[in-house]
Structure formats: structure tokens, C-alpha cells
């Protein structure tokens, strides 16, 4: 695949907003150009095209698939694999959301939950140390409670209510 100056510059950009994220900037590459490309990719394309290693790629697309944002296609008369990301990009970002909840929000709530628990079956007496954690576990327990809220609704609604911006703010009051 040619790449021009702006599919670079784009691809160039994700990776470094990638690593910002927490994620290794040539799996973000990766992405990108799966996004940008206007057709299913091959590993050796992909490698070609970004001048990676055939086993980066291999490793790249397989922690995509992991997140479910990228998935294998066939292509007719072509027995290789073939990859795509999702294209609608409010429903990357929901699987994103999905997969963050998961690999991190979880194994917080599950700690906090822990750590409490422990804290009462051995009857520790560090208030603060309670207090503080479940200041945090509340604070979880109220962001879950929304995400499930959100996760309930359809994208459309969710990309509408984005867009209106201010008029939410009228609605529940300005809290500033």
C-alpha cells in the first residue's frame, strides 16, 4: 500500500498517541493503518507498507484481535489472511471502553473489595487508610454503575448526546 503525506502523518500521530494511552506504539500503527486503509490488509503488506518485521506484525495483529477492534477477513481466490478493523469509530471506541473495563477497572473493583474485606475480618483500625479506599471504591462503584448506564444505551443515542454538548449542561445545571 503507497501511503501520502496525510495517511503517514495519521499513522505517525496514532502511534504516538498510542503509547500516551499505554499502548506500544507499532500495534497503534498497525491500527491506524487498518483504519485508514480502504481495503482488508495481508500481515506482509502491512509489514511492508510500515517497514516492520513480519513477526511484529504477527504479534501487533494478535494483540488487536485480543482487544477486538481488528479482525481476520477472506478474500476470494486469496487463502491468506486478511485484516480490518471496525470502521465505525464510536463502536471502536465502546469495544476499547469494553476491553479497558475489563483489563483494568475489574481487577481495581476486585482489589478495593479485597483489601476492605480484610481490612474488616482482621479488624484493623486504620480509619484512614479505610476511609480512603472506600472513598475509592465508591468512586468505582458510581463510575461502573454509569458505564453499565451507557453500555445499555444504543451508539446512536450515545453519539447524540455528545454532540449536544451545552444543552446537557442546561439540563442538570451547570456544576461549576
Do not use: C
Request: a negative charge.
Amino acid at each position: 500500500m503507497e501511503l501520502t503525506e496525510a495517511t503517514r502523518n495519521f499513522i505517525i500521530h496514532w502511534g504516538e498517541m498510542g503509547t500516551k494511552w499505554g499502548i506500544n506504539r507499532t500495534i497503534a500503527q498497525i491500527h491506524a493503518l487498518l483504519y485508514i486503509s480502504p481495503h482488508p490488509l495481508t500481515a506482509e503488506e502491512i509489514s511492508e507498507t510500515l517497514s516492520i518485521a513480519r513477526s511484529t506484525v504477527s504479534t501487533g495483529l494478535r494483540e488487536l484481535q485480543s482487544w477486538g477492534i481488528i479482525r481476520t477477513v477472506h478474500v476470494l481466490g486469496d487463502r491468506r489472511d486478511h485484516f480490518e478493523t471496525l470502521d465505525d469509530v464510536w463502536e471502536m471506541f465502546r469495544v476499547v471502553l469494553d476491553e479497558r473495563k475489563r483489563r483494568e477497572m475489574d481487577p481495581t473493583l476486585h482489589m478495593l473489595r479485597e483489601t476492605l474485606q480484610e481490612l474488616e475480618t482482621k479488624g484493623e483500625e486504620d480509619l484512614h487508610t479505610r476511609t480512603k479506599l472506600n472513598e475509592m471504591l465508591d468512586f468505582f462503584e458510581t463510575m461502573m454503575s454509569l458505564y453499565s448506564q451507557l453500555q445499555r444505551l444504543p451508539t446512536s443515542a450515545i453519539k447524540r448526546t455528545a454532540k449536544m454538548g451545552n444543552i446537557v449542561n442546561a439540563l442538570i445545571g451547570d456544576a461549576s
